[in-house]
């Protein structure tokens, strides 16, 4: 990069904050999702608000491609730079928690503060922020509005989304955009701060987070049931939802993936299963009580082979535990982990089960399926190799076959990862011209020169 | 209008549909703000979305502002038409019910569905579709979602985008646009349902919401505290929140309101009370009881001149006829209500209260507040005759006033009626020169020819 340009981001954020050697370089150069790498030209770390509004308009007086990254988990490679002449601007320089006002249930928060830090700092008030992704333990609340980031309480509790009541970002040029309210009801011109949530980038830089929080339950169970068939597991889901009962948490592993984390942990599966069913109620004791009964009874009378509630806080761990090993077991079966996360209305489940099944079969792939039964949204995870050009050529096969597969239903390709690089050519599908056609139109309006993370979502 | 121009109007929704008639066009000339009206140059109503989508693109090739009205109940004129040469599209040919999916808890509709008709059917089949704007009985969904219309429950249950999970638009060339999903989760795109929540016609004309449902609480009880201050009514609703209770409303009327609503009811309410509460908890019986129990002896604690449950299921209707009797009360009085919906974070209601009385003391007003105390969300009821110009100048300048406070106190311009005509003025105040700058951009993009209900929210 010019050595001029560099100079100037320097003198913005200090000379501690500009790397441009290429090994660190190299660290800021892939994300979660398998895709290739790309090493940014520069990497830059404002350490205020002010700073931030500044690279930003440096980027775009200069034409520098620009992607922000909070702690790069994301899994559709929206924080891969998008070329060689990117400027990568990480957030953790930006980590305050400024607010957390417990009157009026909100909190003020700079984009780079990791998402489980911020949800234990609101514990510690008395308060709950629900949104609980896979990767909260190193991702970024900025990176989670961007993503529109679910987890596994998104039955009960809704999205990233749900608990975004304002944004203020800098548009392409710098400008500061203020947009939301501090308070529960806000109709005060267009909602860009939503407009913002799951734009993974492409619109504007967060500079501050206002987001809702929630008095949180005060009980809560967590249950076990085992099924010798998916469908009697699938049913068993819709019949909880049709009894008006809504689990904080309903989450499925298949067979592939209870062996696979058995062998990983030897915590006691059963490797025998077709599908295990994790469940979790929370909320006032005598409800959390009557709930765990009904859901208990439903699974006995759907034909689950054992049904087991946990009776202390170790079961209970032991329970989620057995959850969060379903990745990392099933990612150190081989070289490579494909997770999708094709997104079905819920009482399609069955369906979608059986035909990842079938896509496995057909196109002779290892793929591991667990996810959160609950809201539809199902993890299809195909263990590979890249390296192995003809088998990964399967693989692509199978993903499209997933994708077309999760449309018919009426579904969504994307339930909580985003569209990134990895889905963007399916886009049209789902959606329709118009839809295509506006939303480059959006892109081209808020960055005419095309800097903000191009090439994400539409493609170039 | 041009002849030729109405004749293809009448071509696409048939000469039934097509109200030219200066009788039948003084109808659409108004909503439900204090404001001029204006009467359109003709009155176009389709029956199908096909056909909606045809009105908009002849709009847009004919170079006619285009202003699309429900039931027309908006407080802010975001359904006065623009201009005369203004082609009002009324949406009651558009009111059916396409789905309510018991099993995956949505629901699609039509744009002109009317908001309690739906609710009632939602109920029917044992779901809880929860935002209830005071219209409800008259408003349509489409009215409510280009609004972000909330209502009495907002403080549990959120407003009208909490349950929007999908959009189908016309552009202004009639091209659809497919956002959202009937998914709890997704992160396909950008997220052009929420940017439509709440966008006042501006954006896009609806042709099809999918809205989210719930199960229904299974228990709720209603109470009311009387109090000989303001202060320490405030103060009990801070109390309750802190006690982590969130009740599904939580409202307030001060004393002008109180005597007005007596007056016009005689139902037995405390006339000489400077406050009163009624709040309402819902959930599970047993959390109901005690959530009950806890607020009574908290507002006894603050200070509650009386406190009363609601023993049966009369007594819980005469206190919400109370409160639904505040407005229509209130303009009896006199000519002309201005109902104002300025919000303010829930802890600065005691502050805005006192400056309401204020301000009504120093433009010798008649203001009556009441409104969602739970949320900050007050509606201060300023009762004038717009004929007499001399006090209707005063209005203006106590509206200002009360605008400037709530500011002030770190609360938004609109927290449920909309930007409309009635208060572009305010805007950039609350935001930024950037915000205007970007949402004005937004505009141009996407109606260049500015025919989309021209003149609101940020000027012509």
């Not at 993936?257 to 599966?269: K, M, P, Q, S």
């Not at 011209?433 to 170039?460: E, V």
Request: glycine residues 8%.
């Amino acid at each position: 990069m010019d050595k001029q340009v560099v100079r100037r981001f320097e003198k913005i954020v200090g000379a501690g904050n500009v790397m441009a050697e290429e090994a660190d370089r190299q660290a800021y150069a892939y994300d979660a999702a398998v895709l290739d790498s790309v090493v940014p030209a520069l990497v830059v770390r404002p350490e205020t608000v002010a700073q931030l509004g500044q690279v930003v308009a440096l980027c775009n007086e200069s034409g520098l491609p620009l992607t922000v990254r909070g702690s790069g988990t994301n899994l559709s490679g929206g924080t891969i730079p998008s070329s060689t002449e990117s400027v990568v601007v990480v957030t953790n320089g930006l980590a305050r928690i400024l607010e957390i006002n417990t009157e009026d249930l909100y909190a003020v928060v700079e984009p780079g503060v990791i998402t489980a830090q911020f949800a234990a700092a609101v514990a510690e008030k008395g308060l709950f922020y629900p949104p609980d992704p896979g990767s909260q333990t190193v991702s970024t609340l900025g990176g989670n509005v961007a993503e529109n980031a679910g987890g596994l309480r998104g039955l009960k509790y809704g999205v990233t989304k749900d608990y975004v009541m304002g944004v203020e970002f800098f548009d392409v040029n710098g400008e500061l955009v203020k947009s939301g309210a501090r308070t529960v009801k806000c109709a005060t011109g267009f909602n860009l701060s939503d407009l913002m949530v799951g734009s993974e980038g492409l619109l504007g830089v967060f500079a501050r987070l206002i987001l809702k929080l929630i008095p949180p339950p005060k009980a809560s169970r967590a249950m076990t049931a085992v099924f010798d068939s998916v469908e009697k597991a699938s049913e068993t889901v819709s019949a909880i939802i049709a009894d008006r009962i809504v689990p904080c948490t309903l989450e499925f592993l298949d067979n592939f993936t209870i062996r696979t984390v058995e062998d990983f942990r030897h915590a006691g599966l059963p490797v025998d299963a077709e599908a295990l069913l994790l469940i979790e109620v929370d909320g006032h004791p005598a409800e959390v009580a009557e709930d765990a009964e009904k859901i208990l009874e439903i699974c006995r009378k759907k034909g689950a082979v054992q049904v087991q509630a946990a009776g202390s806080v170790e079961e209970k761990e032991l329970i989620w535990q057995a959850r969060r090993d379903a990745l990392p077991a099933l990612a150190r079966l081989k070289p490579t982990t494909v997770l999708e996360d094709a997104t079905v209305p819920r009482s399609r489940i069955p369906d979608m089960v059986k035909k990842i099944k079938e896509i496995s079969r057909i196109y002779n792939l290892d793929i591991g399926t667990f996810g959160h039964a609950g809201d539809g949204n199902l993890h299809p995870t195909i263990l590979t190799d890249k390296r192995n050009h003809e088998e990964f050529a399967r693989v692509e096969k199978a993903i499209d076959e997933i994708f077309e597969a999760a449309l018919a239903m009426g579904g969504t390709l994307s339930g909580e990862h985003g569209i990134g690089l990895a889905k963007r050519k399916y886009m049209e599908k789902e959606t329709s011209r118009g839809t295509i056609f506006y939303s480059r139109k959006l892109k081209q309006t808020f960055d005419p020169k095309n800097i903000l993370n191009p090439g994400k979502m539409f493609g170039a």
